[in-house]
Structures are given as structure tokens and as C-alpha cells.
């Protein structure tokens, strides 16, 4: 056990006198009594900056991501940092891993601040902890965002500690040691590695203790381009998604689904039959469907294409997408007399889309009577926790959530239902199960992108923008994931006001980066029938694309080139800054064949910004080239992307975060949506769902980091989406002289023989080898 030092801790040292003591502001933390060396974070909130002249942009004074680190806050001293005796660096991260590459961050963020090699530090999924309050929620491009300085502090709090193991024991000060690569050194030829310290360094009890952090300018990992931690282990299969995971006895289970949306089980003609089919182990009713359990997938599939189930209507029976287009355009709140100025206007509709992640929606649950165990990615793991012990009976404490790492979210592991099947099926059969959803299941069932309209509003006079109104009118967005639960949490503190949990999260999401004089935006949602999620960057996509289409048309009607125009309205100098950065880099304004065109668009968000330039063509022959079973449509030939998230813990990685925003702008612009057709989506699999191909990809990319603006991370796992979808959008209506108002543009063509919907579960292909070139 060690005591405080002697030294006044906020002095520098001497030169050459040892490791630096950083600087003069100091954070708290915990040296935890453990057996080896622990430590964490205790933090307290900081006063919220205040403006020399007070903004009208409720952002510019609290956001979504300040309000979900107010929300963790409080827990942050729950969060441990391990220093292990071989040396190694443990800690159990409270997020969820789904590709982002916040595992790789995080431990960039510790070897940062504890000065060892990345390749020592282990990051896993921390399981379920109810202790943690809001503060193992991942969504909202929060991660970084918020655990920035808690991590930071116990990494620091575990440095410090082993300095002074080090100098108690060879009767030295701190200051005559050194540091390099996890081995502390002193005078002499001393040398001990972090393993060898960790037990002399832990406590025998809970202490607090200061710390200051390493300063920005002595950085040597975080802001330099990182290959992620777990690539070796992803492309040699090594990788454990929860499908590989062996829990004893937990054999395939799927289930049959209903024609339409969210209908119910009426009855089951050969429940008996099909559990003497070859394989089958059981066959039980549940709230979703009729569960079936077998020896392999292929049996399960066997299975459910063999029930005779009738159907009870579900809760958008009869609906489609022009009765859907009905309802939003009559709960559309009004934009107000039109005013005596100038002015341009214009009403967007943006269709469903799918919010289904490339891993197949799955979990793994083992139910007793007493107790249960579920495996399964889940970026809200209390709240699933909770759900499920209640829907079992069970304490909380009985209910082990495991999480584990998955293969694409976009906002769809927000939600739990594939671990309440399992553990639904698990109790009613006694047995552990392996659940796993077919495509067809999540193209049909699973969670949607809502269906809406965007109304815009601009008034000018002269070179003057007056004002700008949007009302944003969706199918109602499902927050029941643990979001609302934050917002009901810190309602008073909050300055939007006595509004619902969605208003709130559209105000606390949604800027103007613009001077366009008196602003408002408001939401306004109907038909809570769909199953609805947080699809990536939720809102924003919708919203900026309309408002940069409709930006196009008023710089249009003031004989302002559009990039000229932005940048002259701009109000904040890094917005700016992107923008001149992507009209440089992609050389704004050059000249282009009839037919293509250059799009440019912007957006602010996340305590970041973002500009994207896309070139698109247009001409016929680009547009007709045949694609089999697919509309192949207009293809952006070039993007440009320029970020500023402030400080880049890992460029590389926020490079590949741009990348794939990107591509989901592409696809929101020109070619992904659901086609809603009497109760029921008409795609089934990624096959006839038109997210971005390789054949519409752009054949020129560039993301450009821009230098740290802030000197700390901002948001960055959604930033790009909605200015993608803009810049394509607007390159469009440049290349074809008429502005999309109808989103995807490809929507109206429907390219593929839809599936039918009993069996549930389409029949495999078998005519593979057919297409191969």
C-alpha cells in the first residue's frame, strides 16, 4: 500500500527529473481494494459554457450527447481499469462493440494515458450491470464522446499508482523515475514491469485520490491512425459473434411469423405433425409466432415452412405506403400563413426503410426456475435485463445478461426482442435455445426507418433570409429502448420544456448552422402500428436533406451559387471550414458534362461538423445499365468528405465511420426503401433491399480529417449520414434540372417478384452458380 507523496503535485518537475506531473488541473479518482491493481474515475458535472450573447439554438446550449453524459455521469466511478500481474491491461467496456470501432479507441485511450503498448490492453463487453444506470446505453455517437475523460482518469490513477509501488520500493521519489512501455525504471539499472507492480500497488481499501491527465501535446497514440484491435481476430474467423457461441444444449430455434405486421397467432392446424418432422425437438406458441426447435437451422427452416398457422390481424393491417402518406400529410402541423416576402417552399416524403444490421437478429437464452442466462448483442443491456426478469418473475440479480460483440447495429441492437424470444421459447420448453431470426423475418418484422414527411419554409427579402420553418411529420419512432427513461430522468434540467420524449429528442438533435433569421422546427408524429427504431442518425437524415435541397433552390432564386451561398450564411467558423475544405478538395465548380452534376451540403451535430461533395451521373446510359433484379439508377461517381470532430482519438477509424455514412446516404438518396403493400413490407432479404452496391459505389472517395479544433472528441459514429444524403440529393436535382422530393428516388420502380408471405420463410435459392461470372 502506498501513501500520498510528499511533492506538491500541481509543480512540474525539474527537467530530467522523471516522469512529468502534466499540469496544474486535477481529477479524481479511486484506487479500488482489490486484489491487484484497480482504479476508476470519479467525476463531477462541469458547469455548462454560457455564450456572450445568448443563442436561440437549444443545441448551442445542450444537446443529446451532453444530456446522455449527464446521464452517465454519476455511475463513472463504477467503470475499472485493470492492471494485470502478466502485465496486461483489462477493461470491460459498458458499451456495445457492433463494428464501430470503439473498442479499438478505448484502448487507445488507455495505453494513451497508462503509457503502455496498445497490444497489452484487452477490451471486453462488460455484461449487463444495473448499477450503471444510463451509463451503458450505446447510441446517439456517444461513446468517445462520454468516456473520454472517466477512462482517461483511472488509466492516469493506475500510472500514478504503480509510480509510487515502484518508489516505495526501492526508496526512491517518483520524480527520479521513469516510464516507457509499461516498465517503470529508476536510478541504477532498477527496472520493473506494470505486472510486477500491480499487487504491490493495489489497496487494501477504496482511496481517493487526484490525478492530472497527460496533456494533449504529449500525445503519441490517440490521434494517430490505428489499425482496429480486433481485425486479425475478424478476418481469420476467430472473431465470436453470438452465433459461435457453444452454450451446452442450445440448439437452433426460429420462428414462424405472421403475414402482416405484428399479427398474432389464431391457431395451428398440425402443431403435432410438424414436432415429428425429422429433428424437431419442440414446437410451442409465442406472443410472435410458433417456435419451433430442431438439431440445425436448415431442420428449424424445414419446420416453419411446414406449419399451417391462421393469422389474427396485426397492427397495420391494410395498410400501405399511399394510406400511411395519408395520415402524415393530415397530422402535418400547418406552417402558417403564407408571408408577404418572397419565399421558397416545398413538402419532402421519405419512405420506410430497414433498419436490419448484416448479423442476423439472434441471442441465446437458458432459462431454470430460478434463474437465467442470455447471450446477445445489445447496446441497452439493463434494459433488457429488466424487461426480461420481469417477464419471468425473476429478481433482477437471477437474470445474467451477457453481451456480446455484433455484426452491424445501425440502431437496431437498441432493441431486445430476439433475446426475449429466446428466453420466452427457453422457460415454455425447458430448454436452452439458439434463436436466430430469418432476413425475411427482419425485412418484414423487425425495426423501420419511419415513413414521413418534411415541410420547408424559407422567407428572404433582397440578399436577407427572414426566417425558415420545417415541420417534420413521421410514423411514430419507437424510444422505448432507454432513452426516454434518460430524458424522464433529467426533464428538469432540460431547456425544451414540457414536451414528449421524442419532441426532445428532435429539439436536442436537430441545429440550424445557418443565419436565417427566426428559426423553428417541430415534430409531430402518428400510427404507433410499425415497428419502428433509432436507425443511424435517426432524424437528422431526413431533415438536413430537405433543408439543403430546399438551401439549393433559395441561393438558386437569389442568382447565389450554392456553395458560395452556405458558406456566406454559415454561422459557426468550423462549419465553414468543412465546407471550404470539400469545395476545395473536390473541386467545386468544375465543369461537367450534360446529365452529371456536383452536390454539396452540410451538417452540424454531435458538438461536430461535416461537409460532403458528391458528383453524380445522370445521363441514360448510367441510369439504364442493367443490374440483375435491381434498379440500377443514377451512380455517384466522386465524394468528398470533410469532418471535424475536434480531437480524432483514431483517424483511421473515424475515416471508416465516413466511409459507411456515406454509403448510407447514397443508399437513403437514391435506392433503399420498403414498399408497404396490404399489412406488410414486400422485401425479404438483402437481395431485393437495395442498400448501396458495389456497382453505385463512388469510383473516387476522399474523407478528409480536418486538425483538432476542440482538443476533445466529438460524436462521429452517425455524423456523416445526413449530409451525404443531401450532397446526393442535391447533386441529382443539379444533374437532372428538377429537385427529388421523393426519397429514395428509385422508389417508384419496384424491381423484384416479392416473396410471398406464407410460408414466412422463402425457400433457399438454388440458382447460385447461374449468376456467377
Known sequence: MTTPRDEDPTQPPSPGSGPPLWGRRRFLGYVLAAPTLTTAAQ???????????????????????????AAALPTSGLITVEVRPDGTVSFALPRTEVGQGITTSTAMLIAEELGVPLRRVHITLADARPELLFNQLTGGSNTTFSTYTPIRTAAAVARERLLGAAADEWGLTVPELGWKAGVVTGPGGRSAGIGELSQKAAAARTQRVSVALKPRDMFTVVGTPQGRVDAHAAVTGRKKFTMDLNVPDALPTMVCRPPTINGKVGSVANLAEVRTLPGVTDVVVIPTGVAVRAATFGRCIDAVRALRVSWRPGSAEGKSDASVLEELRAAEPPLGLPPVTPHVEERFTFHFRSNSALEPNCAVADVRAD?????????????????????????????KVHVTEGGGSFGRKLFFDAALEAVRVSRLIGKPVK??????????????????????????????????????????????????????????????????????????SQSMPYDFGANSRLLSETDRGFNTGSMRNVYSPDVTCARELLVDRLAARMGKDPYRFRHDFLRDDRARAV???????????????????????????????????????????????????????????????????????????????????????????????????????????????????????????????????????????????????????????????????????????????????????????????????
Open 371 to 399: 434463474r437465467a442466462e442470455v447471450w446477445s448483442s445489445l447496446k441497452a443491456p439493463v434494459v433488457a435485463q429488466e424487461a426480461i426478469a420481469a417477464e419471468l418473475g425473476l429478481p433482477l440479480a437471477a437474470v
Open 579 to 773: 465546407l471550404d475544405k470539400a469545395a476545395e478538395a473536390g473541386n467545386w465548380g468544375r465543369s461537367m458534362p450534360a446529365g452529371t452534376a456536383q452536390g454539396i451540403a452540410l451538417h452540424t451535430e454531435y458538438h461536430s461538423a461535416v461537409a460532403v461533395l458528391a458528383e453524380i451521373d445522370c445521363r441514360p446510359e448510367t441510369v439504364g445499365r442493367p443490374v440483375r433484379d435491381g434498379v440500377a439508377g443514377p451512380r455517384v461517381t466522386k465524394a468528398v468528405v470533410a469532418v471535424d470532430v475536434g480531437l480524432a482519438v483514431n483517424p483511421r477509424g473515424l475515416q471508416a465511420q465516413m466511409t459507411g455514412c456515406l454509403m448510407d446516404g447514397i443508399a437513403l438518396a437514391l435506392t433503399s426503401s420498403l414498399h408497404l403493400d396490404d399489412g406488410h413490407f414486400l422485401e425479404a432479404s438483402w437481395d431485393n433491399y437495395f442498400y448501396t452496391r458495389q456497382w453505385n459505389t463512388p469510383r473516387e472517395l476522399e474523407i478528409v480529417v480536418m486538425p483538432d479544433s476542440t482538443g476533445k472528441p466529438g460524436g462521429a459514429g452517425e455524423l456523416g449520414v445526413a449530409a451525404s444524403m443531401a450532397a446526393v440529393a442535391c447533386a441529382y436535382g443539379r444533374a437532372t434540372g428538377t429537385m427529388p422530393t421523393v426519397f429514395p428516388v428509385n422508389h417508384g420502380t419496384l424491381s423484384f417478384s416479392p416473396k410471398p408471405t406464407v410460408p414466412p420463410v422463402p425457400a433457399s435459392p438454388t440458382d447460385g452458380l447461374d449468376h456467377v461470372r
Open 43 to 69: 467525476l463531477v458535472p462541469a458547469a455548462p459554457a454560457r455564450a456572450a450573447v445568448p443563442s436561440p439554438e437549444i443545441t448551442e446550449l445542450v444537446d443529446l450527447n451532453d444530456v446522455m453524459t
Open 435 to 508: 434463436l436466430m431470426w430469418h432476413r425475411a423475418d427482419d425485412a418484414r418484422q423487425g425495426r423501420t426507418h419511419p415513413m414521413a414527411t418534411s415541410r420547408v419554409r424559407i422567407d428572404y427579402l433582397g440578399g436577407t433570409v427572414l426566417g425558415y420553418r420545417q415541420r417534420h411529420t413521421s410514423v411514430a419512432t419507437d424510444l422505448g429502448h432507454g432513452l426516454g427513461e434518460i430524458f424522464t430522468a433529467l426533464a428538469a434540467r432540460l431547456p425544451v420544456g414540457d414536451i414528449g420524449f421524442a419532441q426532445t429528442f428532435f429539439q436536442l
